[in-house]
């Protein structure tokens, strides 16, 4: 899969711009705050369906204008194709792929396919929970629309039983009968939930076990331990299996939730332990070592992505070698030769003695090819 070309209208600080990319590195540079994790943002939005900046619609689109439109042109298969992107100051976002309008963001999800990597990936061994699990979701989603289709399903079952939870004591009748309802359709999604990951931790830590070993030249290993609701309750890898099981606890958990008001039970609260050659992470793993980590992982993403769909993905990386030292830079820009890579820096000499296809110099919303 490549990136051929990008055109951002209104986008954060950029007012026009049409980026052309090489097949191989494409660099942005210049100081910070000028725009170049704008366009990373950006293309990701094709990829990811929203921002990795936790941004909101609106905050995109430039101050002042009444629409932001994003295209993108890529290869995939042999085949071009086109996506576009609009966002209108209702709030109300426009999706297009090869000019066709797709309604639903499941349907959009997955035609383009890119690795993000950012400085908030380097620290996803001492991250929340809720960061590890959206980053497993984000790169699932990407060749499984099914899942990203359960995923959104699940968020909207969820509150609507954490509402009935906290409703309980005003309204106690009927309670039962719709929390059953409920409680049927979350341990449906979450049985498949829970399949998928366990599936996917297991292939995406077989690369990055691999990854790890070659860059400490064999001398540290990488393992995990997949947390669940139901994790005590044996294997992870049958949907159907892990649907009785959910349905089982949820029943058993039944008071307890009437009590505190929220859903204790799904896949809302999976978490996954990383595990330095048998050893807790968190705890025993220095900071290079977890940056050694989140490197394995991101690559890793990138060879399963690969796996799964053929070929590899477009990788975005945003401002992350100033975060490395230079063996683990320069063990990235070697793992990533070959590849359609779009990077920004604020120095132009991390590049020095790299294959590189275009520098792209980027000052206030302006870029100039160098």
């Known amino acids: 899969m490549k990136l051929l070309s990008a055109t951002f209208d209104n986008f954060r600080n950029i007012k026009h711009f049409s980026f052309e990319f090489d097949e191989r590195m494409n660099i942005l540079f210049g100081k910070n705050a000028q725009g170049k994790t704008n366009v990373i943002e950006g293309i990701y939005l094709f990829a990811g369906g929203k921002s990795f900046r936790r941004a909101k619609d609106s905050d995109m689109r430039m101050f ?8 993108a042109e890529y290869s995939s298969g042999g085949r071009d194709c086109k996506m576009a992107l609009r966002y209108r100051d209702t709030n109300r976002r426009d999706m297009y792929l090869n000019g066709a309008r797709v309604p639903k963001l499941a349907d959009f999800i997955g035609n383009f396919r890119a690795v993000l990597f950012c400085p908030a990936h380097l620290s996803i061994v001492q991250a929340e929970p809720s960061v590890r699990r959206a980053f497993i979701d984000g790169a699932i989603s990407q060749f499984l629309p099914m899942y990203l289709e359960t995923i959104i399903e699940y968020q909207k079952v969820l509150e609507q039983r954490n509402a009935l939870l906290r409703s309980y004591e005003n309204n106690p009748e009927g309670f039962d009968l719709l929390y059953d309802v409920l409680s049927e359709k979350l341990a449906k999604d979450c049985g498949y939930i829970t399949a998928v ?174």
């Open 197 to 370: 990951r366990a599936e996917y931790l297991k292939k995406l830590f077989g690369f990055a076990n691999d990854l790890l070993s070659d860059m400490s030249d064999g001398g540290e290993t990488l393992s995990y331990e997949y947390n669940t609701s139901i994790s005590a309750l044996g294997g992870l890898s049958d949907a159907k299996e892990n649907e009785k099981a959910y349905l089982s606890l949820i029943d058993k958990y039944r008071e307890k939730e009437k009590i505190v008001g929220t859903s204790l039970i799904g896949a809302h609260r999976d978490d996954f332990e990383i595990f330095l050659s048998s050893r807790a992470a968190k705890t025993f793993a220095s900071q290079g070592q977890q940056r050694s980590i989140a490197l394995a992982l991101k690559l890793a993403e990138g060879e399963l992505s690969k796996l799964e769909c053929g070929e590899y993905p477009v990788f975005l990386l945003d401002d992350v070698l100033s975060e490395l030292d230079r063996d683990r830079k320069n063990y990235v820009l070697s793992r990533l030769s070959g590849r359609q890579v779009i990077i920004t820096s604020c120095d132009e000499n991390d590049f020095k003695g790299i294959d590189c296809g275009k520098k792209i110099y980027v000052e206030n919303g302006a870029y100039t090819y160098v």
């Open 64 to 71: 002042g204008s009444e629409f932001t439109m994003l295209s």
